[in-house]
């Protein structure tokens, strides 16, 4: 009795410990976006050129990401999380001394890389945690992630506000990060594998199933993509609003997003995965909808309310579904990942040339196709929900249950 009370305590700890984890991850993302701009001044970029910089990071993490699932292998999943966590935190100085476009592709790449393995190691300890606790936490995990990234927008903010330049903004965040990150990083569980177990391959093709769920991951990472970047410009151009209103249109959605998300276990508890994500599907194509045929910048802000709404748990559920759709969840995660990280990337720039081509309310046509699609491929979440036996990867199961104090 005593030890499955010890094992349920380090449980409950290891749940506030990868949180606080994904809380630090989503901070980094905050305090670079904020300072874009100065980058972009000191650089010396037109638009042209921070569009093609902007495009590494996502490059570096599809690159990047099929490794982490070595690297836990190697060195256990606590460890690794460490040096990895520790690599993207500090990987936020690299940028701002960047002096041209080159040295900034690259080291934009490198933000990316250390982003998306960092990224893989927590998702898949967050599945694993999750099993043990028997109770949905993805989502919450995932609304850490956003309030992370909401403050350090706010200190980006702060930042510029006082005058402070971006390479001293980001040498400080990245020294508080780092030794936030590595705090966290002591409570997670550490888990290793049997000393005779292979390490998975470098590079492998995701399992099908992960293709599966990372479509419908595509789907909804293209539809907040697109929200972030285009409702503002939709409500100004389209609606005739303030630059304020507008502007509040998009903090108002990223705020709906991490509450949903913050909020959205006790839903998935209740009604499972493969319902929420159906419902949720449901709710993204009604605030689409309503963005295409708003009158004005009251129904298209309700819309593109419902549509973070709708959005919000489902790439939190796509990771957790590809953690236990086969032998090697590190794999299947980062399958989905590279997905769900390639639809952020094409998204605004689709959006952007369909908007074009023909108008931006075309182009939320296509957003409500998509949140469809969300709705309509549900079912392949099933395979993936949340069950007491828990999943078979050699690095996060089976002997790996035995934790290094």
């Known amino acids: 009795m005593g030890a499955v009370a010890a094992k349920s305590r380090e449980s409950r700890r290891a749940r506030y410990a990868v949180a606080a984890v994904f809380c630090v991850h989503g901070s980094v993302t905050g305090s670079f976006a904020t300072r874009v701009p100065w980058i972009q001044e000191h650089a010396g970029l037109g638009a042209g050129q921070l569009g093609l910089a902007l495009a590494f990071p996502a490059i570096g993490a599809s690159a990047a990401m099929p490794l982490s699932g070595r690297v836990s292998h190697r060195y256990g999943t606590r460890r690794a999380l460490r040096g990895l966590l520790a690599l993207w935190t500090l990987a936020l100085v690299l940028p701002s001394l960047a002096p041209n476009l080159f040295t900034l592709c690259g080291a934009l790449f490198v933000y990316g890389a250390t982003a998306g393995m960092s990224d893989v190691a927590m998702n898949a300890l967050g599945v694993e945690t999750e099993n043990r606790l028997d109770k949905s936490i993805m989502s919450g995990l995932h609304g850490m992630w956003s309030a992370g990234a909401l403050l350090g927008s706010a200190g980006g903010t702060l930042a510029a506000q006082l005058g402070v330049g971006a390479r001293l903004h980001h040498e400080v965040a990245a020294v508080v990060l780092t030794a936030a990150g590595a705090l966290a990083c002591r409570w997670v569980l550490d888990l290793r594998p049997e000393h005779d177990e292979q390490?998975?391959?470098?590079?492998?093709?995701?399992?099908?199933?992960?293709?599966?769920?990372?479509?419908?991951?595509?789907?909804?990472?293209?539809?907040?993509?697109?929200?972030?970047?285009?409702s503002a410009v939709y409500l100004r151009g389209e609606l005739g609003t303030s630059a304020g209103i507008a502007?509040?249109?998009?903090?108002?959605?990223?705020?709906?997003?991490?509450?949903?998300?913050?909020?959205?276990?006790?839903?998935?508890?209740?009604?499972?995965?493969?319902?929420?994500?159906?419902?949720?599907?449901?709710?993204?194509?009604?605030?689409?909808?309503?963005?295409?045929?708003?009158?004005?910048?009251?129904?298209?802000?309700?819309?593109?309310?419902?549509?973070?709404?709708?959005?919000?748990?489902?790439?939190?559920?796509?990771?957790?579904?590809?953690?236990?759709?086969?032998?090697?969840?590190?794999?299947?995660?980062?399958?989905?990942?590279?997905?769900?990280?390639t639809s952020g990337l094409i998204a605004p720039s689709a959006i952007g040339a369909l908007a074009h081509a023909t108008s931006l309310v075309v182009s939320f046509g296509l957003v409500t196709v998509l949140a469809c699609g969300v709705a309509g491929f549900a079912t392949v979440l099933r395979g993936g929900e949340r069950v007491r036996a828990g999943v078979t990867d050699p690095v996060l199961t089976g002997a790996a249950d035995r934790t290094e104090p």
Request: glycine residues 14%; positive net charge; proline residues 7%.
């Open 199 to 230: 390490p998975p391959p470098r590079f492998a093709r995701p399992p099908r199933s992960a293709l599966l769920i990372g479509a419908v991951g595509f789907c909804a990472v293209f539809a907040e993509g697109a929200s972030l970047d285009w």
């Open 247 to 341: 502007a509040a249109c998009t903090t108002a959605f990223t705020l709906t997003m991490a509450v949903a998300r913050i909020a959205g276990d006790a839903v998935v508890d209740r009604y499972g995965a493969v319902r929420t994500v159906r419902a949720g599907g449901v709710l993204a194509t009604a605030g689409a909808l309503l963005v295409v045929v708003a009158p004005g910048a009251g129904a298209a802000m309700a819309g593109f309310g419902l549509l973070g709404l709708g959005i919000a748990v489902v790439v939190p559920l796509a990771f957790a579904a590809a953690g236990r759709s086969g032998p090697h969840p590190s794999q299947a995660i980062a399958g989905v990942a590279t997905i769900t990280y």
